[in-house]
T-cell receptor, first 113, second 113 residues
Framework: NAGVTQTPKFQVLKTGQSMTLQCAQD?????MYWYRQDPGMGLRLIYY???????DKGEVPNGYNVSRLNKREFSLRLESAAPSQTSVYFC????????????FGPGTRLTVL | AQKITQTQPGMFVQEKEAVTLDCTYD???????LFWYKQPSSGEMIFLIY??????QNATEGRYSLNFQKARKSANLVISASQLGDSAMYFC??????????FGTGTSLTVIP
């Protein structure tokens, strides 16, 4: 039982390059999330998927796209990376309701030069 | 507006003493959940404790308790008998309608031997 896995762990991009961050969970959770964490800003929600087949914008969606490929997988794509997207990205999953906390992946440290 | 506020960027506590980390929230939802997470220097997010908006009793989990004051919209975390391993960032979070989560900016706790 791996929980939430993310790939890659580290990535360096040049401005304008594209990439996809992968996330998978094996807990049969309905909801999945992408956050970015910047110093002094806490975690900010980029996009989330409340259930398979749905995606919604969070607090900071600009410059990102997501795909809920199936119940297990939720990917985050940067089409044209910018230095402002340098951050640590966390994927998380949770059950739909109740007191179910989010389970987090280990994070991806992304640097855009 | 949905918002979580943590006003203490950094806190110090003597080993074996108790410490309170402050969290206030703002939401118009009647049903919501409040969470605390710990993030050690290694970067992973660790769930600590949960409080539902309709729960009448304060939540407790071992040395962690959540002081929930609904009228004041506060959800402070109390850590009793602090240990050196408690040194970390602590984040307060709120789950609202649609299973969306909001996080505060965090409090850095340092336990002094």
């Amino acid at each position: 039982n791996a929980g939430v896995t993310q790939t890659p762990k580290f990535q360096v991009l040049k401005t304008g390059q594209s990439m996809t961050l992968q996330c998978a969970q094996d807990m049969n959770h309905n909801s999945m999330y992408w956050y970015r964490q910047d110093p002094g800003m806490g975690l900010r929600l980029i996009y989330y998927s409340a259930s398979e087949g749905t995606t919604d914008k969070g607090e900071v969606p600009n410059g990102y796209n997501v795909s809920r490929l199936n119940k297990r997988e939720f990917s985050l794509r940067l089409e044209s990376a910018a230095p402002s997207q340098t951050s640590v990205y966390f994927c998380a999953s949770s059950e739909t309701s109740g007191g179910n906390e989010q389970f987090f992946g280990p994070g991806t440290r992304l640097t855009v030069l | 507006a949905q918002k979580i506020t943590q006003t203490q960027p950094g806190m110090f506590v003597q080993e074996k003493e108790a410490v309170t980390l402050d969290c206030t929230y703002d939401t118009s939802d009647q049903s919501y959940g409040l969470f605390w997470y710990k993030q050690p220097s290694s970067g992973e997010m660790i769930f600590l404790i949960y409080q539902g908006s309709y729960d009448e009793q304060n939540a407790t989990e071992g040395r962690y308790s959540l002081n929930f004051q609904k009228a004041r919209k506060s959800a402070n975390l109390v850590i009793s008998a602090s240990q050196l391993g408690d040194s970390a960032m602590y984040f307060c979070a709120m789950r609202v309608t649609g299973n969306q989560f909001y996080f505060g900016t965090g409090t850095s706790l340092t336990v002094i031997p």
